[in-house]
């Protein structure tokens, strides 16, 4: 039985039928049912079919349009209902549409738009088309349904549809089913031939008046995979139709109706659940409301119990100080510490000797040790021409500021053969 909640209208070969939960009821309009439906209808005199038109996918529907009216296939104005587009050159485009006459257009849109619920409409192309973009196939396939005398099918693929076409039996009796048949695998080959394309399997949707098709389901020239059926009841016989569980894979966002009417549509199927999702989220924000009073109240009281223990205590007045002694017992530790840190005489030599070259003479050095820092004065001479003695003075000076001494002061006197030098040095102690 047909476990979906949906309701649907069926409307094939002049007899239409309301179906829920698993019941089939003969109608005569729209007026005769309640709630929202789905309207799957083949649409009396229309035509389904592909084209080419030379035009961009703008304006297919147009062009398309005027050359089916001038056709001659129908009496008076034409509606167009297209089902897909795609642009095949610069200023071509393939279309896939059904058309049918204005007349009956209007009265299928009116049936549905005075209707006090949500009626929406499916061609059978619609169903068809929506099917095959959700069959999983390597190549291009048939998708075809069988109703009475009657079989609507079209080929394609997710990208692109090659054929649309209904073919027609003398009657519903097994000797012409057999011939439609071979009437469609020959329309088949012939899509196949011209557009140099293999169907790689046909998908075949029954309906409660489909006949005995096992001669379709056993030809081995196709492979012909059939639609899971389901029972459906009608004035209290039990029917086999493939066609509800195929239409359960699709959305009414494959229905020809305007867009306002789809968001119509959900937004009343889904307004049970979006109230108790309300009602929900309601009840939630007063719980944390309430939560948050409680827990507002618990810290209000520790506050308050902390403000009590904090007056409760008393500090006694801090001892009074000698600042003279504090004062002398910080510079202590701070001479100790600067002691510590500080390089030895032996290193400061040390230091100076290691810079020095063999041209370059000390004959004052000077050291001295004071507010946190080293300072060193240094006097020599070197014996050699200007050139080299100002290249030995300042890679002496290098070194020692590789060893942390920073220049204050640099005096360099020169003659010929012999220079002086008088520098400054001073190093921080950390």
């Avoid at 209000?300 to 600042?323: F, M, V, Y």
């Avoid at 504090?326 to 202590?332: A, G, H, I, M, R």
């Amino acid at each position: 039985m047909i476990r979906s909640l949906r309701k649907y209208v069926v409307e094939l070969d002049g007899a239409r039928f309301s179906c829920a939960k698993g019941k089939l009821q003969e109608i005569d309009d729209l007026n005769a049912i309640s709630g929202d439906n789905w309207f799957i209808s083949d649409m009396q005199e229309s035509i389904s079919r592909t084209m080419t038109v030379d035009v961009v996918p703008r304006y297919a529907d147009v062009i398309a349009q005027k050359q089916v009216q001038e056709s001659g296939e129908f009496e008076g104005s034409v509606t167009l209902i297209p089902h897909w587009r795609k642009q095949k050159g610069k200023n071509t485009t393939d279309i896939f549409f059904t058309a049918i006459p204005a007349h009956l257009s209007s009265q299928y849109l009116a049936s549905g738009g005075e209707h006090d619920d949500n009626i929406i409409l499916f061609p059978i192309y619609s169903v068809l088309y929506g099917l095959l973009r959700r069959i999983r196939a390597k190549g291009p396939i048939a998708l075809i349904f069988q109703h009475g005398r009657f079989a609507d099918m079209i080929i394609g693929s997710k990208k692109k549809i090659y054929y649309a076409n209904r073919s027609v039996a003398f009657d519903s009796k097994e000797v012409h089913l057999v011939s439609l048949w071979e009437t469609i695998k020959e329309d088949i080959k012939n899509v196949e031939k011209a557009n140099r394309i293999e169907v790689v399997k046909s998908h075949l949707i029954t309906w409660i008046d489909s006949g005995d098709l096992s001669v379709w389901a056993q030809d081995p020239e196709r492979d012909l995979q059939l639609f899971k059926s389901e029972s459906v009841t009608l004035n209290g016989e039990v029917h086999q139709t493939s066609l509800f569980k195929a239409l359960q894979r699709l959305t009414a966002f494959d229905s020809v109706a305007p867009p306002a009417e789809k968001s119509l549509y959900y937004t009343k199927r889904w307004a049970p659940w979006l109230n108790l999702a309300f009602v929900a989220a309601i009840i939630m924000l007063i719980g944390g409301y309430f939560s948050y009073q409680q827990k507002a109240a618990q810290l209000q009281t520790i506050s308050s119990n902390l403000d009590r223990k904090i007056a409760g205590t008393r500090l006694e007045a801090p001892l009074s100080l000698n600042k003279e002694k504090l004062e002398q017992t910080f510079k202590l530790a701070t001479d100790l510490y600067f002691c510590r840190k500080a390089a030895s005489y032996k290193n400061v030599i040390n230091h100076v000797s290691d810079a020095i070259s063999s041209d370059l003479s000390l004959e004052v050095l000077k050291l001295d040790y004071r507010d946190d820092a080293i300072y060193l004065k240094l006097y020599g001479r070197v014996s050699s021409s200007f050139r080299r003695a100002q290249k030995e003075y300042r890679d002496f000076m290098t070194k020692l500021k590789q060893q942390g001494y920073m220049v204050e002061e640099s005096r360099f006197d020169t003659d010929i053969k012999n220079s002086k030098f008088l520098i400054n040095l001073k190093k921080i102690v950390k």
